[in-house]
């Protein structure tokens, strides 16, 4: 079990630009989570899976966003036409719904866009 | 329109000291409250969880208590160490495997 892991660790774009983020979770867990979080504040959901299926969306989620989780394992998180305001860091956590629920974070992805 | 509000900003204590990091929420079908620590560079890990049918919950130094009728809930910890300084979010959802709603955080420093 090697964790959460999310590539790339830190993405520098230009604004307009479209940027993709990938996050792998932990083997096994069937729920995954992506969550935005700005400097001195705490993560705010974006949305989560179910294996394959995206079940909810936050308003935050503006159309410029997409995500995937198309089988089911890693999912990615794409921002077309980046913004300055999109600057943040974006962080992916997995859980298994036949357990605790506990959440497990990865490291991250922080994005600036200039 | 904050679900969860967390005090104070930030904390400086004393080795060996007790740290106190304060929420209050206003959802009350919020029922489960987790605190988070979070590291500079890393994600957030989960330190210590409770559902609002218990007034208290010990692991450890770490200490959540809760009051269900004030809608508050706080963290001591217990003889705080240099290794705890650390940025300490509560939280809350509407179960364990629904999405989380973080407060702001507070950065603990604690002085050797």
């Known amino acids: 079990d090697t964790g959460v892991s999310q590539n790339p660790r830190h993405k520098i774009t230009k604004r307009g630009q479209n940027v993709t983020f990938r996050c792998d979770p932990i083997?096994?867990?069937?729920?995954l989570y992506w969550y935005r979080q700005t400097l001195g504040q705490g993560p705010e959901f974006l949305t989560y899976?179910?294996?394959?299926?995206?079940?909810?969306k936050s308003r935050l989620l503006s159309d410029r966003f997409s995500a995937e989780r198309p089988k089911g394992s890693f999912s990615t998180l794409e921002i077309q036409r980046t913004e300055q305001g999109d600057s943040a860091m974006y962080l992916c956590?997995?859980?298994?719904?036949?357990?605790?629920?506990?959440?497990?974070f990865g490291p991250g992805t922080r994005l600036t866009v200039l | 329109q904050q679900q969860v509000k967390q005090s104070p900003q930030s904390l400086i204590v004393q080795k060996g000291g007790i740290s106190i990091i304060n929420c209050a929420y206003e959802?009350?079908?919020?029922?489960?409250f987790p605190w988070y620590q979070q590291f500079p560079g890393k994600g957030p890990a989960l330190l210590i969880a409770?559902?609002?049918?218990?007034s208290e919950k010990k692991e450890g130094r770490f200490t959540i208590s809760f009051n269900k009728s004030a809608k508050q809930f706080s963290l001591h910890i217990m003889d705080s160490q240099p290794g705890d300084s650390a940025t300490y979010f509560c939280?809350?959802?509407?179960?364990?495997?629904?999405?989380?709603?973080f407060g702001k955080g507070t950065r603990l420093h604690i002085l050797p």
């Open positions: 956590a997995s859980s298994f719904s036949g357990g605790s629920g506990e959440q497990f």
């Open positions: 083997s096994e867990h069937n729920r």
């Open positions: 899976f179910q294996n394959e299926a995206q079940l909810e």
């Open positions: 959802n009350t079908a919020f029922d489960y």
């Open positions: 409770i559902r609002p049918d218990v």
């Open positions: 939280a809350a959802s509407m179960g364990r495997y629904d999405k989380i709603i």
